[in-house]
């Protein structure tokens, strides 16, 4: 982990935070490119009324939004949890170069924990995936958030 995957896995947690306070599972994501943020996306399925809208597929939408362009070629999403099957195939139809992820999830994770998508021949586009970045920041706002709705 180098010093920029850092600091932009602290700007995905902000993005957690922020759905916790919305009463979200608290997931954030952010997208860059050449350095820079293109996008944030926190969890919205409960406020939109929407199961697609996890914090990976909300950054990605808005990330296309602002290159106005279906593909992310050359982009790195960061997110605080490990991708779902859902968000990794939107992150194959979107091309984005890397994968940086914060906390394992042993339930639903699909970039190794339950599944490894990311090396699936059925997929025509590789990616490079970083997992663990501030794992334990990013397993504790999850922590934090489902203990206090115990």
Known sequence: MDAQDAAFMQAALIQAHEAAAAGEIPVGAIVTKGGEILATGQNRSIRDFDPSAHAEIVALRAACHAQANYR???????????????????????????????????????????????????????????????????????????????
Request: charged share 20%; hydrophobic share 45%.
């Open 72 to 150: 992310l070629t050359d982009a790195t999403l960061y997110v605080t949890l490990e991708p779902c099957a859902m968000c990794l195939g939107a992150i194959v139809q979107a091309r984005v170069s890397r994968v940086v992820f914060g906390a394992y999830d042993p339930k639903a994770g699909a970039a190794g924990s339950v599944v490894d998508l990311c090396e699936s021949p059925a997929f025509n586009h590789r990616f490079e995936v970083m997992g663990g970045v501030c794992a334990d920041d990013c397993g504790a706002v999850l922590q934090e958030f489902f203990r206090a709705r115990r």
